[in-house]
């Protein structure tokens, strides 16, 4: 069992950023695919971003590439999500998902486990 908790959310103005942060519960970190994923009222949940397990490998949608960077410490147990020039259509749940593949996903249904979310809203 691995506990997901995100931090870094909030309030900010078009063209901000912000850094999104996912503290793992478990010491195996490292063996777990890890992404971000984000979900906007009635809307269905997408991906944003996904790391391999070293961090060598990234994968993003492409409505955020570059713009947003994803990372991860496996000695904090902990992904990251700096995001910069933020545009409204931003505004959305943003979840942290971790998966025990070696190998990269888009799909949310082949994650194992998630966070409870942190709000970020861009406004304009």
């Known amino acids: 069992q691995v506990q997901l908790v995100e931090s870094g959310g909030g309030l900010v103005q078009a063209g901000g950023s912000l850094r999104l942060s996912c503290a793992a519960s478990?010491?195996?970190?490292?063996?777990?695919?890890m992404g971000w994923f984000r979900q906007a009222p009635g809307k269905e949940r997408d991906v944003v971003a996904a790391?391999?397990?070293?961090?060598?490998?990234?994968d993003y949608a492409d409505s955020v590439k570059g713009r947003f960077t994803i990372s991860r410490d496996n000695a904090k147990n902990t992904v990251y999500l700096q995001m910069h020039s933020l545009k409204p259509e931003d505004t959305a749940v943003y979840y942290c998902?971790?998966?025990?593949?070696?190998?990269?996903?888009?799909?949310?249904?082949?994650?194992?486990?998630w966070g409870q979310g942190t709000q970020v809203t861009v406004s304009s």
């Open positions: 478990r010491r195996t970190f490292s063996n777990y695919v």
């Open positions: 790391i391999s397990q070293s961090g060598g490998s990234t």
């Open positions: 998902a971790a998966r025990a593949s070696p190998y990269l996903s888009r799909n949310n249904y082949s994650y194992d486990y």
